[in-house]
């Protein structure tokens, strides 16, 4: 069936890196833009990158461009998010979630998420 | 960056009554490109409307989404025991592709 799965996360040291992988399966991940959206504890979704279908556009948040570098490997079907100099604030649940508009021809909703991986950076 | 605020911020209510939740932009939303996202405790978000008001697959039509510009609202007509969650609303157009801060619909 249609899935993301994410893994990666852990427990790290603030000012340390840190890379989320997200595996994608029954579906052909080669024609979808992919966003990682995150969630710290009993708050809001926050949005915080996305990647075009074919890996050349890349957006970020405010919070984390510099930062966070958002990649995929189409012949894997893995999306990752690399994530430098951590901050105690970056301490969320970090989704993957897949655009439900082929290629690009224009922005779409979030319709697959993976099950989140939890990060926790400690100070 | 367009923000998106809700309200109410808690919706108190009982099932069988109706929900009607508000989604504010702080500038007009291009193209209608505004979702909505329910998230259960413990769960990832799951998409119910996108383009403003189109029901993604499987979402029943008690849910619907309507609106234009910098408002839009999603309706709940029939609250079941389900649909107690959280709703959010994101603008999925030009990045920073922003959330809401969230309604948590309770019993």
């Known amino acids: 069936q249609v ?3 994410e893994s990666g996360g ?15 399966s029954g579906f052909t ?9 995150r969630q710290a504890p009993g708050k809001g979704l926050e949005w915080v990158a996305v990647i075009s279908y074919d890996g050349s556009d890349k957006y970020y948040a405010d919070s984390v461009k510099g930062r966070f570098t958002i990649s995929r490997d189409n012949s ?7 994530m430098n100099s951590l901050r105690a604030e970056d301490t969320a649940v970090y989704y993957c979630a897949r655009s439900n508009i082929v290629g690009a021809t224009r922005p779409g909703a979030l319709d697959i998420w993976g099950q989140g991986t939890m990060v926790i950076v400690s100070s | ?14 099932p069988g009554e109706g929900a009607t939740l508000s989604c504010r932009a702080s500038q ?14 413990g769960q990832a978000p799951r998409l119910l409307i996108y383009g403003a008001s189109s029901r993604a697959t499987g979402v029943p039509d008690r849910f619907s989404g309507s609106g234009s510009g910098t408002d839009f609202t999603l309706t709940i007509s029939r609250l079941e025991s389900e649909d107690f969650a959280v709703y959010y609303c994101q603008h999925y157009g030009r990045s920073p592709k922003t959330f809401g801060q969230g309604t948590k619909v309770e019993i």
């Open chain 1, 29 to 37: 991940f080669s024609s979808y833009a992919v966003h990682w959206v």
């Open chain 1, 3 to 5: 899935q993301l799965v």
């Open chain 2, 1 to 14: 960056e367009i923000v998106l605020t809700q309200s109410p911020g808690t919706l108190s209510l009982s």
């Open chain 1, 76 to 82: 894997e079907n893995t999306l990752y998010l690399q």
């Open chain 2, 28 to 41: 007009s939303v291009s193209s209608n490109y505004l979702a909505w996202y329910q998230q259960k405790p």
């Open chain 1, 10 to 24: 852990g427990v790290v040291q603030a000012g340390r890196s840190l890379r989320l992988s997200c595996a994608a």
